[in-house]
């Protein structure tokens, strides 16, 4: 086995970024006539990936504390409809739209915390519950605009009220000799989360409760942990992404979908257990999350490159789960 | 099995350890926590394949490639942790993996119950093998693991720990069980730290340290202190220190207690009543199952508003909610399983000694991780906590360390009473010697301790006074010298 290698390598951190450099190698390789070697190729990756990436944020959280959040595709379907709502049809000012759909996303966790902490429901059934009552709802908030349920909420004229095309903009970072280096917004949406959720599991007693909650959660009540509190905290954070994310969608698309965020929730998982956090709980940080995150989005980038198709590309990106997993399972 | 040796990661564990273990008997094989007995015994029963050495087996070498293999040569291991279903019946369990089938390929379940029911029987009679596991206590659960293993042809039955969660009652039918065995012609290898108990089963003794053989003698012929001689290198004169208490005020006062489980269910504790001053250990004695530990847990918060009766800490009445408010009362609470209720596996050492008194650590909303540290040092010093570092997995430590670890916890939330129970369970004699050491510091310092503890002269040297309850109830208050283990023992029963 890894007998004999140093402590450092057997960390998950270290084999994360060993999986994100083997990727990055298979796309070295794998470079569709150089397009892999092309900065505007990392580019737009760091753009695609911040939806999936904010989702993921919240639920390494979720898991950490040994729980598991299936609602969040749905929740982001609801905030995805519920922005346009309130910007097109509402007149609403975009900065109240925008604290609005943060809210009901926090709401929505907070009702996944309660009906796992007060109703003692097992997380898995609990978010499947939220998980088809919020697609219900977000199919149900067209209504309030006056259109039949199911309906897709689009702007009147023109591409919507400014705040879409200032969330879907990106903002100049360096003229480069190379090409003009530009960070889309809702990658710094993205990164944001990342920082102050790295903040919040490492520097904060919320953090370490996750953790000693995950980790054995007896242990956690009797050292005076408010575990219930905690769940239920952790979970409207984990909503409150799926809220962010909604918004950024319903902003890229310049319009809302009730179908918006359709299985997201199985992408952001997989980008958490990828990362090497444990879904057993207690183990597993928001970097890890990160590099996750960019495994996916990369092997998605490598696949789209080189013309693989999509029932190709769902293959393999089944298979690879497998293989990170099992390289997961190796530790220890 | 001969001049054994493993490694894990480079590291030799076992230096060339040597067993012989005949057919009827029983054979003790003692040592320190990591001194290697489970490791060896892991190897025997076909888990560690990758080892030096021979094993022989009826004269004839062998060697494992799995614990399937080693179950065809007669070797079976029952190890601390049941391997049960607890929700599938009796005979489903012994059966399991290799159950009868009739013609039709389905179960044969009337052939299974009857052959389940023959091997139970010559054991033990009562046991309905068409009930569930679940329904069965520790203890019978523990003898259909025998009986699955005699089902099997054992030859070599490994028993590890097996009494630990036994009453003495029930340890006594093991005991008869497994002479019935070795007359049957069975080799047991009964891994135990009880002195008490190998001296009275064991007919050889084996003692490993630091993964090296010592010696093996019988057990007639080995004196108990040479045995802790041997085990730890060293003659313990003196494993209970000698104590001077002066019990001070009152720190927590119980007045009818009392405890259902659940609506209707049987009275888990009834109306108990006790006092604990400052600088003063009281012990509380008791067969498994008689209530202690339900009584601590109860006066720490656990079991919230199920209990009723009163309860004073430092004169004020305190109503126990929650461990959360226990905690603020100044009570702490140590409880009898490490791995369940105690340590939070994936963290480290550190992080398991500061998860109780975060909010001492915390500066204006933040975790500062150089206060853990400078919380922790003086602590692990004052424990003597034998860790490669604060920083290392908590799971890298032995059992001793591991418990001084969460001793540690409860002392950075400076409590004023500490409820204690099994402190010294499955930990090796040295932790022991170090953790009696520091009760008695720790009273001298004004706390207060309530102990539970199965081990009657733990019980009886640490304690200045004893209670002992049965079924529920206090039965009996001792002071430290009317205090005997007969006494004791009258009142338990």
Request: glycine fraction near 12%; charge should be positive.
């Given at each position: 086995?890894?007998?004999?290698?140093?402590?450092?390598?057997?960390?998950?951190?270290?084999?994360?970024?060993?999986?994100?450099?083997?990727?990055?190698?298979?796309?070295?390789?794998?470079?569709?006539?150089?397009?892999?070697?092309?900065?505007?190729?990392?580019?737009?990756?760091?753009?695609?990936?911040?939806?999936?990436?904010?989702?993921?944020?919240?639920?390494?959280?979720?898991?950490?504390?040994?729980?598991?959040?299936?609602?969040?595709?749905?929740?982001?379907?609801?905030?995805?409809?519920?922005?346009?709502?309130?910007?097109?049809?509402?007149?609403?000012?975009?900065?109240?739209?925008?604290?609005?759909?943060?809210?009901?996303?926090?709401?929505?966790?907070?009702?996944?915390?309660?009906?796992?902490?007060?109703?003692?429901?097992?997380?898995?059934?609990?978010?499947?519950?939220?998980?088809?009552?919020?697609?219900?709802?977000?199919?149900?908030?067209?209504?309030?605009?006056?259109?039949?349920?199911?309906?897709?909420?689009?702007?009147?004229?023109?591409?919507?009220?400014?705040?879409?095309?200032?969330?879907?903009?990106?903002?100049?970072?360096?003229?480069?000799?190379?090409?003009?280096?530009?960070?889309?917004?809702?990658?710094?949406?993205?990164?944001?989360?990342?920082?102050?959720?790295?903040?919040?599991?490492?520097?904060?007693?919320?953090?370490r409760h996750l953790y000693a909650i995950g980790g054995n959660e007896e242990a956690a009540r009797l050292s005076g942990i408010r575990?219930?509190?905690?769940?239920?905290?952790?979970?409207?954070?984990?909503?409150?992404?799926?809220?962010?994310?909604?918004?950024?969608?319903?902003?890229?698309?310049?319009?809302?979908?009730?179908?918006?965020?359709?299985?997201?929730?199985?992408?952001?998982?997989?980008?958490?257990?990828?990362?090497?956090?444990?879904?057993?709980?207690?183990?597993?940080?928001?970097?890890?999350?990160?590099?996750?995150?960019?495994?996916?989005?990369?092997?998605?980038?490598?696949?789209?490159?080189?013309?693989?198709?999509?029932?190709?590309?769902?293959?393999?990106?089944?298979?690879?789960?497998?293989?990170?997993?099992?390289?997961?399972?190796?530790?220890? | 099995?001969?001049?054994?040796?493993?490694?894990?990661?480079?590291?030799?564990?076992?230096?060339?350890?040597?067993?012989?273990?005949?057919?009827?008997?029983?054979?003790?094989?003692?040592?320190?926590?990591?001194?290697?007995?489970?490791?060896?015994?892991?190897?025997?029963?076909?888990?560690?394949?990758?080892?030096?050495?021979?094993?022989?087996?009826?004269?004839?070498?062998?060697?494992?490639?799995?614990?399937?293999?080693?179950?065809?040569?007669?070797?079976?291991?029952?190890?601390?942790?049941?391997?049960?279903?607890?929700?599938?019946?009796?005979?489903?369990?012994?059966?399991?993996?290799?159950?009868?089938?009739?013609?039709?390929?389905?179960?044969?379940?009337?052939?299974?119950?009857?052959?389940?029911?023959?091997?139970?029987?010559?054991?033990?009679?009562?046991?309905?093998?068409?009930?569930?596991?679940?329904?069965?206590?520790?203890?019978?659960?523990?003898?259909?693991?025998?009986?699955?293993?005699?089902?099997?042809?054992?030859r070599i039955l490994i028993l590890d720990e097996p009494t630990s969660a036994l009453s003495d009652a029930e340890t006594e039918r093991?005991?008869?069980?497994?002479?019935g065995l070795r007359a049957r012609g069975v080799a047991l290898i009964y891994i135990s730290h009880r002195m008490d108990e190998i001296?009275?089963?064991?007919?050889?003794?084996?003692?490993?340290?630091?993964?090296?053989?010592?010696?093996?003698?019988?057990?007639?012929?080995?004196?108990?202190?040479?045995?802790?001689?041997?085990?730890?290198?060293?003659?313990?004169?003196?494993?209970?220190?000698?104590?001077?208490?002066?019990?001070?005020?009152?720190?927590?006062?119980?007045?009818?207690?009392?405890?259902?489980?659940?609506?209707?269910?049987?009275?888990?504790?009834?109306?108990?009543?006790?006092?604990?001053?400052?600088?003063?250990?009281?012990?509380?004695?008791?067969?498994?199952?008689?209530?202690?530990?339900?009584?601590?847990?109860?006066?720490?918060?656990?079991?919230?508003?199920?209990?009723?009766?009163?309860?004073?800490?430092?004169?004020?009445?305190?109503?126990?909610?929650?461990?959360?408010?226990?905690?603020?009362?100044?009570?702490?609470?140590?409880?009898?399983?490490?791995?369940?209720?105690?340590?939070?596996?994936?963290?480290?050492?550190?992080?398991?000694?500061?998860?109780?008194?975060?909010?001492?650590?915390?500066?204006?909303?933040?975790?500062?991780?150089?206060?853990?540290?400078?919380?922790?040092?003086?602590?692990?010093?004052?424990?003597?906590?034998?860790?490669?570092?604060?920083?290392?997995?908590?799971?890298?430590?032995?059992?001793?360390?591991?418990?001084?670890?969460?001793?540690?916890?409860?002392?950075?939330?400076?409590?004023?009473?500490?409820?204690?129970?099994?402190?010294?369970?499955?930990?090796?004699?040295?932790?022991?010697?170090?953790?009696?050491?520091?009760?008695?510091?720790?009273?001298?310092?004004?706390?207060?301790?309530?102990?539970?503890?199965?081990?009657?002269?733990?019980?009886?040297?640490?304690?200045?006074?004893?209670?002992?309850?049965?079924?529920?109830?206090?039965?009996?208050?001792?002071?430290?010298?009317?205090?005997?283990?007969?006494?004791?023992?009258?009142?338990?029963?």
């Amino acid at each position: 086995m890894t007998a004999g290698l140093p402590r450092i390598c057997h960390s998950p951190g270290f084999r994360a970024a060993l999986a994100l450099v083997g990727v990055l190698a298979l796309g070295c390789f794998l470079n569709a006539d150089g397009t892999f070697f092309k900065f505007k190729t990392h580019h737009d990756l760091l753009g695609a990936v911040a939806i999936n990436g904010m989702l993921a944020c919240g639920m390494t959280l979720v898991i950490i504390a040994a729980g598991i959040d299936l609602s969040v595709g749905s929740v982001l379907g609801v905030c995805a409809m519920c922005f346009p709502l309130f910007t097109m049809a509402q007149h609403w000012p975009a900065w109240l739209a925008f604290l609005a759909c943060l809210a009901i996303g926090a709401i929505a966790g907070a009702v996944n915390g309660a009906l796992i902490t007060l109703c003692g429901m097992q997380p898995f059934v609990a978010t499947l519950a939220t998980m088809v009552s919020a697609r219900g709802l977000a199919k149900y908030v067209p209504t309030f605009a006056g259109l039949t349920a199911g309906q897709k909420i689009q702007p009147t004229e023109g591409l919507g009220p400014p705040v879409f095309d200032l969330i879907d903009g990106r903002i100049l970072l360096w003229e480069a000799p190379w090409g003009r280096v530009q960070l889309p917004i809702v990658t710094i949406f993205f990164l944001a989360c990342v920082a102050v959720l790295w903040v919040v599991v490492t520097q904060t007693r919320f953090g370490r409760h996750l953790y000693a909650i995950g980790g054995n959660e007896e242990a956690a009540r009797l050292s005076g942990i408010r575990v219930g509190w905690n769940k239920l905290f952790a979970y409207a954070i984990c909503g409150l992404t799926a809220g962010l994310a909604g918004i950024c969608q319903a902003a890229r698309d310049h319009l809302g979908d009730p179908e918006a965020g359709f299985t997201f929730e199985l992408k952001a998982i997989a980008a958490v257990v990828i990362g090497g956090t444990n879904l057993m709980g207690g183990r597993g940080g928001m970097l890890l999350t990160l590099v996750g995150v960019l495994i996916i989005g990369y092997i998605e980038k490598i696949l789209s490159i080189n013309n693989v198709q999509e029932a190709g590309r769902l293959l393999i990106q089944g298979a690879i789960i497998v293989v990170a997993v099992i390289i997961q399972r190796r530790r220890g | 099995m001969h001049d054994v040796r493993k490694s894990f990661d480079g590291v030799e564990v076992l230096h060339g350890v040597s067993l012989d273990v005949r057919a009827g008997e029983i054979h003790a094989l003692v040592g320190e926590n990591g001194a290697g007995k489970s490791t060896l015994m892991k190897i025997l029963a076909g888990v560690y394949v990758d080892y030096t050495g021979t094993i022989e087996i009826d004269g004839r070498p062998v060697r494992f490639g799995s614990p399937r293999d080693a179950e065809r040569s007669g070797v079976a291991i029952i190890h601390q942790e049941l391997a049960l279903v607890p929700w599938m019946s009796v005979a489903e369990n012994m059966f399991l993996g290799r159950e009868p089938v009739t013609l039709w390929g389905t179960v044969d379940y009337g052939r299974m119950r009857a052959e389940a029911a023959r091997f139970l029987g010559a054991l033990t009679p009562g046991i309905d093998v068409r009930r569930n596991v679940a329904e069965y206590g520790v203890s019978v659960q523990q003898l259909i693991e025998i009986g699955k293993a005699l089902s099997r042809n054992a030859r070599i039955l490994i028993l590890d720990e097996p009494t630990s969660a036994l009453s003495d009652a029930e340890t006594e039918r093991l005991f008869e069980i497994l002479r019935g065995l070795r007359a049957r012609g069975v080799a047991l290898i009964y891994i135990s730290h009880r002195m008490d108990e190998i001296y009275r089963i064991a007919d050889r003794i084996t003692v490993l340290r630091d993964g090296a053989y010592v010696g093996c003698r019988r057990a007639s012929d080995l004196g108990r202190d040479e045995m802790i001689h041997w085990m730890v290198g060293r003659q313990i004169e003196q494993l209970f220190p000698k104590h001077m208490r002066a019990p001070g005020r009152e720190r927590l006062r119980v007045e009818g207690l009392s405890l259902r489980a659940g609506a209707g269910g049987k009275m888990l504790v009834n109306g108990a009543s006790l006092v604990v001053r400052a600088g003063e250990v009281v012990g509380l004695g008791g067969l498994m199952g008689s209530g202690a530990s339900e009584l601590l847990g109860a006066i720490f918060g656990r079991y919230g508003r199920q209990c009723s009766g009163k309860i004073w800490v430092e004169g004020r009445p305190f109503v126990p909610r929650s461990p959360r408010h226990a905690l603020a009362a100044g009570l702490a609470m140590v409880t009898n399983d490490r791995k369940a209720s105690g340590l939070v596996l994936p963290m480290s050492v550190l992080h398991n000694m500061t998860l109780a008194a975060l909010p001492r650590a915390t500066r204006a909303g933040w975790l500062r991780g150089d206060i853990e540290r400078r919380l922790a040092e003086p602590l692990s010093r004052e424990l003597s906590l034998r860790a490669p570092s604060l920083h290392a997995p908590i799971t890298a430590l032995s059992g001793g360390s591991q418990q001084k670890v969460i001793l540690a916890r409860w002392l950075m939330t400076e409590p004023k009473i500490l409820l204690l129970d099994e402190p010294t369970r499955g930990i090796d004699v040295g932790a022991k010697a170090d953790i009696y050491e520091l009760m008695n510091r720790w009273t001298a310092a004004g706390i207060g301790i309530l102990l539970i503890t199965s081990e009657l002269p733990e019980l009886l040297a640490m304690s200045d006074r004893i209670l002992v309850m049965s079924r529920g109830r206090i039965t009996a208050e001792l002071s430290r010298e009317e205090a005997t283990q007969e006494r004791v023992m009258a009142a338990a029963v």
